[in-house]
């Protein structure tokens, strides 16, 4: 099996903790991002690939790296268009490879699945089905309504014998129901939350979006093999999902569902969230113990090193970051996205950044931005270098806190330690270079009268930024 994860997203759901340039799959929600998750979980089935967005390119480079991960390939998409798009191009891709026999899984990078070695098994028999031509969907086992999900239903009679995962055809697929009719799916007990994992057969797929999405397979056959025209082809593409472009026009002989239980979520919630700590009897997730007087059913998720003390406070969601915090009542974390449309327009780098960002060759935190200095801590990897640049309104002052490399000022190198200070006056040429096997880490303190990160010419970067 070629595993596909599909790695987009806003990052509005999840707000404050994960942002536009930091979306909810790279968020340390459970110890590790889900994404890594996702990824440990695919490389049992095949060798992944990853499909994300262009402007997520730097931070999944990072996640590769201080991961160690072997990926089959990786495609960044021009612009997000949905799932059917996405589906559509890696069949592409994978045609121009001479691989239409290959049978592929997509998987979404923002799932969490518990019972792993389970899901790993449904996974293997999905793919025994999807030999046989069928396009497979797992669908999960509703455990109450859930008004918040797509719906499977399918057959009476099982396609297969197997017990631990039978396999049903398809009957229809539904719309997100209201809570009556979503009452009803349950008790009828033929009917699965949609999770969006899909295992096929290459060639299987091509001749549905032939046969359903024609001109959209008309745009694709137009793909170089070196894919220097996909930012046109995107510019065509209808944004659609896969199920209303492919899914749900299949007729009822081509699509199977197995129907499991895998300890699945996709934490698409504070409240989601919560329910998986309090399922393992952790109420809180905070590096200081949370002091609580006459509470009643909260839930505190930091990030920081604040003491967060509730009094006579119930049944409410706190979640605090450096720049940040969100209260919310239980039961309505969902309208946190409707915060978030707000602050576009009011706060908007509060939606789109966080205090740190990952770089090519390390990473920063933001310590403290006023209008009269702006002050960082940076790190960089090992044998990584910044950009040769220069800034037309700010100075800098660096110290090195961590490790040893070297500063080349205006082309003289300046090798530096931890203690060293090197000024960086305005208009001068700079980078600085760890040429060791550790990480160099730096305060840095900025002067002037601007402090934007647009503030920066290149003249040499190893990461074509110039």
Known sequence: MIPLVLSGGSGTRLWPISRRDWPKQHCDLFGESLQSLTFKRSMRLGEPWLMTGVNLKTLNESVQRVNGLTLGGVIYEPQPKNTAAAVGLFCRVLELQG??????????????????????????????????NLIVTLGITPTYPETGYGYIQTGKVPLTDDLRAPAFLVEKFHEKPDFDTAKRFLSAGRFSWNAGIFIFRVQVMIDAFKKNQPGMWASFQKLKPDHSNLKEIYAELQSISLDYA????????????????????????????????????????????????????????????????????NHLIVVETPDAILITQKGQSQDVKKAVESMQISDPELVQEHTFEVRPWGDFEVLRDTPDYKSKVLHVSPHSQISYQSHGKREEHWIITRGQGEVVLNDKVIPVRAGSHVHIPLNAKHRIRNNTDLTLEFVEVQ???????????????????I
């Not at 290149?458 to 990461?463: I, L, S, T």
């Open 99 to 132: 691989k239409q026999n290959e049978i592929v899984g997509v998987f979404p990078a923002d799932h969490l699945i518990q019972n792993e070695e389970f899901f790993l098994y449904v996974c293997k028999q999905a793919e025994t089905l999807a030999q046989k």
């Open 246 to 313: 492919i899914m749900e026009r299949l007729g009822s002989r081509e699509l199977a569902c197995l129907p499991v239980e895998i300890g699945w979520s996709d934490v698409g919630s504070w409240d989601a969230v919560s329910e998986k700590y309090l399922s393992q009897g952790l109420p809180h997730v905070a590096k200081k113990e949370v002091l609580e007087i006459n509470p009643q059913d909260n839930f505190v998720f930091t990030r920081g090193d604040k003491k967060v003390v509730l009094v006579g406070l």
């Open 447 to 465: 002067l002037g009268t601007y402090f934007g990160e647009d503030d920066i010419v290149r003249y040499q970067d190893d990461y074509q930024r």
